[in-house]
């Protein structure tokens, strides 16, 4: 089983600001992480993912993450956020192998203020 | 990609009704999977929608409560059956498209589902 822990539920910050959306997750098998991003009264769309390989991983929109296995952390980082970055940030997690359903954490609001 | 679309988009239904929730892709796919969104929070598994068989339900969920069928590899239906106020959430469609590396999870944009 996996679990996902998102230790903000609210980052406010100041537009042109950088920002981090933290993201800590355990398995007792190897995953997949995933950020996905949930505009107001939207679905939800991938932002990124990590596979294998880098583990920096860029992303859609500016935002990058890294992946860090020993502290199994996989925080979400954008040097430069825009208003219209304001929304709910969820990081998840699925296994390489098996369903591939996601665990997602309880999410992330991130509100840019002018 | 997959474009995944839902119907209804909302609804609004009164205690111990039944609603049913369609999910059509536009492609085929190799998994789709029934999410729960309560209000303010995460998403949460409700289900594995198998093609052809029974679904696989996640903890805290019963196929009497939430019946789901997957006739064929592009569509599926949740039904929220005996509806209460608690029921009020999100629910969104799912789906791995096998053709996508490594099986990128694509959804639906949700039914937002109010009981009164």
């Known amino acids: 089983a996996q679990s996902v822990t998102q230790l903000d539920s609210q980052v406010p910050v100041f537009e042109e600001a950088p920002v981090e959306l933290r993201c800590n997750y355990s398995?007792?098998?190897?995953?997949?992480l995933f950020w996905y991003v949930q505009y107001p009264n939207q679905g939800l769309q991938l932002l990124l993912k990590?596979?294998?390989?880098?583990?920096l991983v860029k992303g859609i929109n500016g935002f990058e993450a890294e992946f860090n296995k020993s502290q199994t952390s996989f925080h979400l980082r954008k040097p430069s956020v825009h208003i219209s970055d304001t929304a709910e940030y969820f990081c998840?997690?699925?296994?390489?192998?098996?369903?591939?359903?996601?665990?997602f954490g309880s999410g992330t609001r991130l509100q840019v203020q002018p | 990609s997959a474009v995944i679309s839902q119907k209804p988009s909302r609804d609004i239904c009164q205690r111990g009704t039944s609603l049913t929730i369609q999910c059509q892709v536009d492609?085929?796919?190799?998994?789709m999977f029934w999410y729960r969104q309560q209000p303010g929070q995460s998403l949460t598994l409700i289900a594995t929608a198998n093609q052809g068989s029974e679904a696989t339900y996640e903890s805290g969920f019963v196929i009497d409560k939430f019946p789901i069928s997957r006739p064929n590899l592009t569509f599926s239906t949740l039904t929220v059956s005996n509806m209460s106020p608690e029921d009020s959430s999100i629910y969104l469609c799912s789906a791995v498209s096998g053709r996508a590396m490594p099986d990128e999870q694509f959804f639906g944009p949700g039914t937002r589902l109010t009981v009164l």
């Open positions: 492609s085929q796919v190799t998994m």
């Open positions: 990590y596979l294998s390989g880098s583990t």
């Open positions: 398995s007792s098998v190897s995953v997949y």
């Open positions: 998840a997690v699925s296994e390489r192998t098996g369903r591939r359903a996601l665990t």
